[in-house]
């Protein structure tokens, strides 16, 4: 799900309304890459910023948020000396851009301890302000763009004080780090659709496109694809509809211009599942679309039923740490292996060696050091005899033999466990509910990756694996999409029929999809909106673009000995495709 430049801009105008003019109580953090505010306005708001590379937002939270990190980074420390006991006195939002300005003016206040300066400002104790002149301005500046998301604090001068994330010059053409000159994202070269003409669409959409939405993304700023399907729905009647001449491009045009025109009207689309989608506008694409008394209102009820930076991301952290040294053991034991399978070429040299000593004993004379032999030295212990040093090679031999036996078999056992543990920590990170992170925590148990944790093994009890998900395709064929091992294998070898198609991301870590033939010829569109679908539940769901791989079902196999979900297949073809959620 997208929070877009809409609903940032549906947000920008809720926070204006609220919270310009009032002073902030106390800040703090709730992880690393998440920054709360308690400001005081006529009443009290608690304002959460974050940067999660799959959840970063900024709304303001019904109930008030709490410390998740005991660590004291230098934004932090930096936020204490700008942002702590200052007044929010502007809000911007760029142009049609992700990014969010909270600009922050602060009279510098006499404190008797570093630990005064966390009360909140009820229990502050009297202070003297600063004169006027000496006011620390500052913003505080959100950047909501995926894996890139950042929190930077910048000083009045421009120059970056701290950020929740650093960013050299390695890394990206536009560098974030402390005392460099902060620059805004560059903008996007596309078109504005708050001015959008039918003259100007039907120039800015190609013939022969397959979806009509995604042209529209491709062609204007700041627009999501559940807000480019919406504005195709409303005029077309349907989300997916191909792009030709015919196309009624003023009411396109009309409906583009409506979608950025206020008063909002936020509203969130929840299934069987939970919430699945939000928006600042009505939803009249999805079913079960319904109003909320705000965007902030939108944005808590769908992020609490998947990461409220409470209990979600500690599981996430705790359950990823975990795996992360069962890695390293693994590793550990991979190396140690390896080393020892190298000595299979030293066996090869003792036994050489003492194959030759045996060849040239005519030659060897009593006390003889070395013996060349092919254009190779062969060092002899001269206080031996020949025999002797022939006889000591061929124990050494036998010995190293023994050793390495099974060897290969145990590298082989390992390396496929350190496969589907790298499978597994992927999927860890893709997974959106609190109930697919146990779904993981509970296979990677059954799995032998660790064990569960005391606390965790007083209070187990049975748990109903969860589903795979199912999908209807355009074209009304189901699509089944694991998000866990077990489910990539319910997926592929209970659910799935032998002339079904099996896609997967090529290279990478990511879902078993099906796409359920019932002997009928599988549409292109659909073969599309399953390849996305896989891309999208993949460790390149970040990525612009995917090579998603296409087998029938008959062509996939267990990996003899594998952990659960580890299949090698043989692929008919791959498609490249877009990354694309299923709301």
């Given at each position: 799900?997208?929070?877009?430049?809409?609903?940032?801009?549906?947000?920008?105008?809720?926070?204006?309304?609220?919270?310009?003019?009032?002073?902030?109580?106390?800040?703090?953090?709730?992880?690393?890459?998440?920054?709360?505010?308690?400001?005081?306005?006529?009443?009290r708001?608690y304002?959460?910023l974050?940067?999660?590379?799959?959840?970063?937002?900024?709304?303001?939270?019904?109930?008030?948020?709490?410390?998740?990190?005991d660590?004291?980074?230098?934004?932090?420390l930096?936020?204490?000396?700008?942002?702590?006991?200052?007044?929010?006195?502007?809000?911007?939002?760029?142009?049609?851009?992700r990014?969010?300005l909270?600009?922050?003016?602060?009279?510098?206040?006499?404190?008797?301890?570093?630990?005064e300066?966390?009360l909140?400002d009820d229990?502050?104790?009297?202070?003297?302000?600063a004169?006027?002149?000496?006011?620390?301005?500052?913003?505080?500046?959100?950047e909501?763009?995926?894996?890139?998301s950042?929190?930077?604090l910048?000083?009045?001068?421009?120059?970056i004080?701290?950020?929740?994330?650093?960013?050299?010059?390695?890394?990206?053409?536009?560098?974030?780090l402390?005392?460099e000159p902060?620059?805004?994202p560059p903008?996007?070269t596309?078109?504005?659709?708050?001015?959008?003409?039918?003259?100007?669409?039907r120039?800015?959409?190609?013939?022969?496109?397959?979806?009509?939405?995604?042209a529209?993304?491709?062609a204007?700023?700041?627009?999501?694809p559940?807000a480019?399907?919406?504005?195709?729905?409303?005029?077309?009647g349907?989300?997916l509809?191909?792009?030709?001449v015919?196309?009624?491009?003023d009411?396109?045009?009309?409906?583009?211009?409506?979608?950025?025109?206020t008063?909002?009207?936020?509203?969130?689309?929840?299934?069987?599942?939970g919430?699945?989608?939000?928006?600042?506008?009505?939803?009249?694409?999805?079913?079960?679309?319904?109003?909320?008394?705000?965007?902030?209102?939108?944005?808590?009820?769908?992020?609490?039923a998947?990461?409220?930076?409470?209990a979600?991301?500690q599981?996430?952290?705790?359950?990823?740490?975990?795996?992360?040294?069962?890695?390293?053991?693994?590793?550990?034991?991979?190396?140690?292996?390896?080393?020892?399978?190298?000595?299979?070429?030293?066996?090869?040299?003792?036994?050489?060696?003492?194959?030759?000593?045996?060849?040239?004993?005519?030659?060897?004379?009593?006390g003889?050091?070395?013996?060349?032999?092919?254009?190779?030295?062969?060092?002899?212990?001269?206080?031996?005899?020949?025999?002797?040093?022939?006889?000591?090679?061929?124990?050494?031999?036998?010995?190293?033999?023994?050793?390495?036996?099974?060897?290969p078999?145990?590298?082989?056992a390992?390396?496929?466990?350190?496969t589907?543990?790298d499978?597994?920590?992927?999927?860890?990170?893709?997974?959106?509910?609190?109930?697919e992170?146990?779904a993981?925590?509970?296979?990677?148990?059954?799995?032998?990756y660790?064990?569960?944790?005391?606390?965790?093994?007083?209070?187990?009890r049975?748990v109903?694996?969860?589903?795979?998900?199912r999908?209807?395709?355009?074209?009304?064929f189901?699509?089944?999409?694991?998000?866990?091992?077990?489910?990539?294998e319910?997926?592929?070898?209970?659910?799935g029929?032998p002339?079904?198609?099996?896609?997967?991301?090529?290279?990478?870590?990511?879902?078993?999809?099906?796409?359920?033939?019932g002997?009928?010829?599988?549409?292109?569109?659909t073969i599309?909106?399953?390849?996305a679908?896989?891309?999208?539940?993949?460790?390149?769901?970040?990525?612009a673009?995917?090579?998603?791989?296409?087998?029938?079902?008959r062509?996939?196999?267990?990996?003899?000995?594998?952990?659960?979900?580890?299949?090698?297949?043989?692929?008919?073809?791959?498609?490249?495709?877009?990354?694309?959620?299923?709301?």
């Amino acid at each position: 799900m997208y929070f877009d430049a809409l609903t940032l801009a549906a947000v920008v105008d809720e926070l204006r309304a609220c919270i310009v003019g009032g002073r902030v109580q106390r800040v703090f953090l709730p992880t690393l890459l998440s920054v709360a505010l308690e400001i005081y306005a006529g009443r009290r708001f608690y304002l959460l910023l974050s940067a999660h590379p799959q959840f970063a937002r900024v709304q303001l939270s019904p109930v008030r948020l709490s410390r998740g990190t005991d660590a004291t980074p230098p934004l932090l420390l930096l936020l204490r000396k700008y942002v702590n006991h200052g007044r929010i006195v502007a809000i911007e939002q760029p142009d049609l851009e992700r990014v969010l300005l909270l600009s922050i003016a602060k009279r510098p206040i006499q404190r008797n301890s570093d630990h005064e300066a966390d009360l909140d400002d009820d229990n502050a104790p009297p202070h003297d302000a600063a004169p006027e002149e000496e006011t620390l301005r500052c913003e505080l500046i959100v950047e909501i763009m995926e894996q890139r998301s950042n929190i930077v604090l910048v000083g009045d001068d421009n120059i970056i004080l701290a950020a929740a994330r650093h960013v050299t010059p390695r890394m990206s053409r536009r560098p974030v780090l402390p005392r460099e000159p902060y620059e805004l994202p560059p903008p996007q070269t596309k078109r504005d659709p708050r001015q959008a003409t039918a003259d100007e669409l039907r120039a800015a959409i190609p013939d022969g496109q397959p979806d009509l939405a995604r042209a529209l993304v491709a062609a204007y700023r700041g627009l999501s694809p559940l807000a480019a399907r919406e504005v195709v729905y409303r005029v077309m009647g349907r989300a997916l509809v191909p792009t030709n001449v015919d196309l009624p491009w003023d009411a396109l045009a009309d409906a583009l211009r409506r979608l950025w025109q206020t008063p909002w009207a936020p509203h969130i689309v929840v299934d069987e599942s939970g919430p699945i989608a939000f928006a600042p506008y009505e939803i009249t694409h999805l079913p079960r679309a319904r109003p909320c008394p705000s965007m902030s209102a939108a944005l808590d009820e769908y992020y609490s039923a998947r990461e409220r930076l409470t209990a979600h991301q500690q599981r996430r952290d705790a359950l990823r740490e975990r795996l992360s040294e069962a890695r390293e053991r693994l590793e550990r034991q991979r190396s140690a292996l390896q080393a020892e399978l190298q000595r299979a070429a030293e066996l090869d040299r003792l036994r050489w060696e003492g194959e030759m000593i045996f060849a040239f004993l005519h030659a060897l004379t009593p006390g003889q050091d070395r013996l060349e032999v092919e254009g190779r030295t062969i060092v002899l212990d001269p206080r031996k005899s020949p025999v002797e040093c022939a006889q000591e090679r061929f124990r050494a031999y036998d010995k190293a033999k023994s050793a390495l036996a099974g060897i290969p078999e145990r590298l082989r056992a390992v390396e496929l466990r350190l496969t589907g543990l790298d499978e597994m920590l992927a999927l860890l990170d893709l997974a959106e509910r609190f109930e697919e992170i146990e779904a993981i925590a509970r296979e990677a148990e059954a799995e032998g990756y660790l064990g569960p944790s005391p606390a965790e093994r007083a209070r187990q009890r049975p748990v109903r694996p969860a589903p795979p998900l199912r999908i209807e395709s355009s074209d009304g064929f189901t699509i089944y999409i694991g998000r866990t091992a077990q489910q990539n294998e319910q997926v592929t070898f209970r659910l799935g029929a032998p002339d079904d198609l099996w896609l997967h991301v090529r290279g990478a870590p990511g879902a078993h999809v099906i796409i359920k033939t019932g002997g009928r010829d599988v549409p292109e569109r659909t073969i599309e909106e399953a390849a996305a679908l896989a891309a999208y539940y993949s460790a390149l769901r970040s990525s612009a673009s995917v090579e998603v791989e296409i087998a029938r079902r008959r062509s996939v196999r267990k990996v003899r000995g594998g952990p659960t979900g580890l299949v090698t297949y043989q692929a008919e073809r791959a498609v490249r495709v877009a990354p694309r959620p299923p709301w």
